[in-house]
């Protein structure tokens, strides 16, 4: 257990490290996945590598659905 901590803090770090919004997403993804992994076998860093792809893409389907949102809708001209 000490270990898994120490390796997700670890990662935490250099994700942090590496630009905040880089790893939108990431870091929450990647503790779920290191705790799921952890309990389902002992694979804490294969689960939060998942976790991490996994929160990437839900985050950025998410900022694409809000940027379609956010966009004026287009108006067809009227020729007069």
């Known amino acids: 257990m000490k270990r898994t901590l120490i390796g997700a803090?670890?990662?935490?770090?250099a994700l942090t490290a590496a630009g905040?919004?880089?790893?939108?997403?990431?870091?929450?993804?990647?503790?779920?996945?290191?705790?799921?992994?952890h309990y389902a076998g002992h694979h804490g860093l294969v689960g939060a590598a998942a976790g991490c792809a996994l929160g990437r893409h839900r985050a950025n389907a998410q900022a694409r659905q809000d940027q379609q949102q956010m966009a004026p809708q287009a108006r067809p001209v009227s020729a007069q």
């Open 9 to 13: 803090a670890v990662a935490l770090a």
């Open 20 to 37: 905040g919004a880089e790893a939108k997403g990431c870091i929450k993804g990647a503790i779920v996945g290191g705790i799921a992994g």
